[in-house]
């Protein structure tokens, strides 16, 4: 509980100073362990990772999708720009880091480093590591989230975000069908790289 507190204060200071690198640090000493502060302090880019996201299948959706490894997980931040308003849509880290297909296909499926079913990540049971929450347009067909992802890691390893991609559905994941969630095709896509 402590932690997911922790995580959702400092989702609230990146959201205030996007692109201000450091400016965490404040609430970071107050708060974080001695090992997560060094990770923080000599992390350079191993810690923090981003998405731009391009239209795919002949939409006008975009957006950009930050992550930020914090002690509980990896902070994302998420603008999708380009929906139709109060719109569903599924939302998830695939394993492919290639968004060439104008479909969105060669991402590949679900990133799933753990073997797990499909499922949904504040669900309790289990999920692909790179399952997220649907996102929900405003009125204004916008999506501006931020949220704690447990599953995976923004620094080298098997669970690494690195390298993978971003995939906006055109649908709303059911969190039950396997193993894709029944999202319907892909309307944007980004490689995830270190930032
Ligand atoms: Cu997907
Ligand atoms: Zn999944």
Redesign the pocket.
Known sequence: MKRVLFGLAIGASAIAMAGCAGSDKSATAATAAPSAMAASASGGGSTKAAATLAAKSGTNTAGRVTFDQQSGGVLVGVLVTGLAPGSVH???V?EKGDCSAPDGMSAGG?FNPGGKPHGQMTGGGDHHAGDMNNLTADASGNARVQFLMPAVTVAPGANSVVGKAV?V?KDPDDYRTQP??N?GG?IACGVIAAS
């Open positions: 599924g939302f998830h695939h679900h995939i559905h894709t969630g999202a892909r």
